[in-house]
């Protein structure tokens, strides 16, 4: 399979809402002239997802700890006293030293260390593995996809390591081990911090991904009911949308281009839970035909409307405006606050230090 093949196919698979994994690899000549960064490897890597490819070398990775994980330089002398007594992941230096003997960190095979985003790379050749990192739909998903032609209980491992361990090194060993497992991380807590809190890591290295390439559309990420579920929910606009609007003192609803409900928050919720949950219905479904006239338009111009209601002597502010991505529009964003009845309305200066109209306060 070559990687445009492939993109499509994850994407068709997980929608546009899933990061495109990172294609990486040991070289002796740099994928990218990438500038020292001090800190932890996965400083880098978030700029890898975001497009910009990524070479990493004993020179620019300033993390002893990363360095050894990587296979550029052995083991600094502090870091079985420093996981263990320090960032107290492990009881004792002596386990420390323990888990890394079974880890088995293999050396660089290559100068240079490169991840390159999938939709931009040429060629899977001379891949070590694929790197994925995203919320735990995408990695339930890959599980899914990698449980598909096996049934051995170690085909998705979790294991004990540092980020940079659970993301290269493993896979570095199975790839030249010729193995067949893949391995789910990022659960070491000073690696998470660089990504968001809803986010794991999947890697898959180049000798499993020879066969699971050609399982990606038989397995049940393609035309199944269940996955379509999840799929559909990775892909609203949900996960778009800040965690403080939840609990925000008005009500917040979006709609997509059809007018069905992709999101409502508590009180948006609150304000229609006499007709059961409506996500996923039609708004048109619940308004006059003047209103719908004026959704559609909306959506059409990717306008905005606003206007108060009054009702059972509460007084609304109602505001609809068009959401977009990339400039084009996408749906339709409500939202209604209660307003007093009395309403302060202030006339601020222009630029020029003058000001029109009339207002009920000074300004």
């Known amino acids: 399979m070559d990687t445009k093949t492939f993109v499509n196919q994850f994407r068709e698979a997980f929608g546009e809402a899933a990061r495109l994994p990172l294609i990486f690899g040991w070289s002796d000549t740099p994928a990218a002239d990438t500038a020292k960064e001090p800190g932890c490897l996965f400083k880098y890597l978030r700029h890898a997802f975001d497009g910009i490819p990524v070479s990493i070398s004993a020179d620019n990775l300033t993390c002893g700890g990363g360095r050894f994980y990587t296979g550029f330089s052995p083991m600094p002398e502090h870091v079985p006293t420093f996981v263990s007594e320090k960032e107290k992941y492990k009881e004792s230096p002596e386990k420390v030293l323990e888990c890394i003997g079974l880890m088995d960190v293999r050396k660089a095979p290559g100068k240079w260390l490169n991840f390159i985003r999938a939709d931009l ?123 403080w609007a939840e609990e925000m003192n008005c009500a917040i609803t979006v709609c997509d281009t059809e007018g069905v409900i992709l999101y409502m928050n508590a009180a948006s919720r609150k304000v229609y839970e006499k007709h059961g949950n409506l996500i996923g219905k039609n708004l048109m479904d619940c308004h006059s035909e003047r209103s719908r006239a004026i959704i559609r338009s909306l959506l059409e111009t990717g306008g905005q409307n606003a206007y108060t209601i009054e009702k059972g002597q509460v007084r609304k502010f109602i505001y609809q405006s068009a959401w977009k991505e990339d400039g084009r529009v996408m749906g339709l964003c409500e939202i209604s606050m209660v307003i007093p009845a009395a309403l302060p309305h202030y006339v601020r200066p222009s630029s020029d ?3 029109s109209g009339t207002s009920r306060h000074d300004a």
């Open 121 to 243: 790379a040429e060629t899977f050749e001379g891949m070590t593995g694929l790197l994925f990192i995203d919320m735990p739909d995408v990695i339930s998903g890959l599980c899914a996809w990698a449980f598909y032609d096996s049934n051995d209980p170690e085909t998705v491992c979790l294991r004990f390591g540092s980020g940079c361990a659970s993301a290269v090194s493993y896979a570095l060993k199975e790839n030249e081990d010729n193995g067949f497992r893949t391995f789910v991380g990022l659960t070491d807590p000073s690696a998470r911090i660089w990504f968001g809190a809803d986010d794991l890591s999947f890697a898959i290295p180049a000798s499993r991904f020879r066969t699971m390439a050609g399982t990606l559309s038989r397995s049940c990420l393609f035309d199944t009911n269940g996955w379509n579920r999840i799929r559909a929910r990775l892909n609203s606009v949900r996960r778009a949308i800040p965690s």
């Open 353 to 355: 230090g003058t000001a």
